[in-house]
């Protein structure tokens, strides 16, 4: 890399945190992460209350009570309805980022949220479940944007020594979410009989304050220049997100990227698909990311009070015992970013995926236990904070770095998608099928995690790097021999040639 304290270059200076960089990360995570992790556990704790609504008002249409499996179902519906419309929300990502830009996207992805949020309000007073159905669906929508677009930003508008600092702020801001939900659901607060309407109603509050705010701060400079080749709105973007005139680097910077990307070209997710030297990187991502879900973090959430109910816990106690879970979170994953770098992605990983396995097995054995022996209650709790401990400092915030860490920039969107998709579509599997494992297997559903988490945790061991202080072309060397390629790697800061194989590569490549 040339050095940017030659004569006649611009001098390269340390980013720092300024009101303008500070305030629009907050504004963006609260408006849209924030509303993420509301909406992931707002459906809790007042979940018996709507359920009753769901009945009444079936029963004054029809003049006969709901069955059993028709509400089941249609409470399934309500909690799953939200990850599939994350999923539609992501694969809408590329096209309004690149339509409307970073914040611009930002602040369309409100409608997904003000709209549902009074559709949810009025849904007692229209008396009707499936306003409250298709509500969910519209704000899965909102935060299957908002989990794609507001890291992006974030990583646009940050300086690159605060870039790993301010990506954590997205997941910080969920875990907030989450814990806000469960404060709110206390019976004494809004989780009754006559306040869950305004409870759901409340995801609008941080939309209209981003609706508000947002547009007073920068569009991300990286966009202005690049995509729409605006140098001089670029430049005053980053003056007010830098606090100084000199932004002659970073502009030097953002000319040599955009002439990359012109050389390079952009992966499409179907040529990724076709990559032989990404492809256990690709495996990988996906094997994470259906770990991460499919390992029944969303089951905890998305039903911890019957869980805590299941385990002989008094109704009067689960609101603050649900609460007491979310702060470990919170503090869990405040910590995860003070050791990632210490410890190491992999190690993480193992221990996080290694701890909810365990986890999930000792609560089975509680649960199974719990008519039998008088103190196993408690060690039910134990089983899910200890759960919550391990995902929160692992499985929660790690496969997203490590899939930054194993794609270079024009692969890197591409890979997202997949990832993203892989996501939504294991979210809404689990919140579909588990009331109906739960019913099934009863305390033996949460073996079917622990198996998955073991296998994700043997794949991670075997197949997976540490990605710590590496950079992208040595994460790619070390999966080149894996993916049976040999790296030609060129000069200086060159992105390696072979790395990207022209379509008569692709089709004399051996099959995997």
Not at 231 to 247: C, F, I, N, S
Not at 303 to 311: F, K, N, P, R
Not at 325 to 338: C, H, L, P, S
Not at 360 to 382: D, F, G, H, K, R
Request: proline residues 5%.
């Amino acid at each position: 890399m040339a050095d940017t304290e030659e004569w006649g270059k611009p001098v390269e200076r340390k980013g720092r945190l300024t009101v303008v960089l500070v305030l629009a990360t907050l504004i963006a995570a609260f408006g849209s992460s924030f509303q993420y992790g509301y909406n992931v556990s707002v459906v809790n704790s007042p979940s018996q209350f709507m359920q009753q609504f769901y009945n009444t008002t079936y029963m004054e249409r029809y003049h006969s009570p709901m069955e059993e499996n028709v509400l089941t179902l249609l409470w399934s519906l309500s909690v799953s309805m939200f990850p599939l419309g994350g999923f539609f929300g992501s694969l809408m990502v590329a096209p309004l980022a690149n339509k409307l830009g970073r914040k611009g996207t930002l602040l369309f992805n409100n409608i997904f949220s003000i709209v549902p949020a009074i559709m949810m309000g009025v849904s007692e007073i229209a008396k009707s479940y499936e306003i409250i159905i298709v509500a969910r669906f519209i704000v899965g929508i909102c935060a299957g944007l908002s989990s794609n677009v507001v890291p992006m930003y974030l990583g646009e508008i940050a300086p690159k020594n605060l870039r790993g600092a301010l990506g954590i702020v997205p997941q910080l801001f969920i875990t907030v979410g989450i814990l806000c939900a469960q404060v709110l659901g206390i019976r004494n607060i809004l989780g009754n009989s006559t306040g869950w309407t305004l409870m759901l109603g409340l995801t609008s509050i941080p939309a209209a304050i981003q609706l508000l705010l947002l547009p007073f701060f920068p569009e991300s400079p990286r966009y202005m220049l690049i995509q729409n080749g605006d140098e001089k709105k670029a430049t005053k973007a980053l003056q007010r997100l830098r606090g100084w005139d000199d932004v002659d680097s970073e502009l030097l910077e953002m000319r040599q990227e955009d002439q990359s990307e012109k050389v390079e070209g952009h992966l499409s997710v179907f040529s990724l698909l076709s990559q032989r030297s990404l492809r256990w990187q690709l495996i990988s991502i996906v094997v994470m990311n259906m770990g991460q879900q499919l390992s029944g973090v969303n089951a905890i959430y998305y039903y911890a009070d019957s869980i805590y109910g299941s385990a002989g816990v008094r109704e009067s106690d689960i609101q603050y015992v649900t609460v007491g879970t979310g702060a470990v979170n919170v503090f869990m994953t405040i910590t995860a970013v003070f050791i990632v770098e210490a410890s190491g992605r992999r190690l993480l990983l193992l221990c996080g995926f290694g701890i909810c396995c365990g986890a999930c097995v000792l609560l089975t054995v509680a649960l199974n236990l719990q008519e039998t022996v008088t103190w196993m209650p408690y060690v039910s709790i134990a089983s899910v904070i200890i759960y919550v401990i391990g995902h929160a400092i692992g499985p929660s915030p790690i496969p997203y770095v490590v899939a930054t860490e194993m794609f270079r920039q024009t692969a890197r969107p591409a890979a997202f998608m997949v990832a993203g998709s892989v996501h939504w579509l294991s979210n809404f599997i689990v919140g579909l099928v588990f009331p109906f494992l739960e019913r099934g297997l009863g305390p033996y559903s949460f073996i079917i995690f622990a198996v998955i988490c073991l296998v994700t945790l043997i794949y991670i061991w075997l197949v997976v790097p540490e990605t710590k202080k590496k950079t992208f072309l040595e994460v790619f060397q070390m999966f080149a021999k894996r993916n049976k390629v040999e790296l030609n790697l060129g000069d200086g800061d060159l992105p390696p040639k072979d790395l990207k194989e022209s379509p008569q590569d692709a089709q004399k490549a051996t099959p995997f």
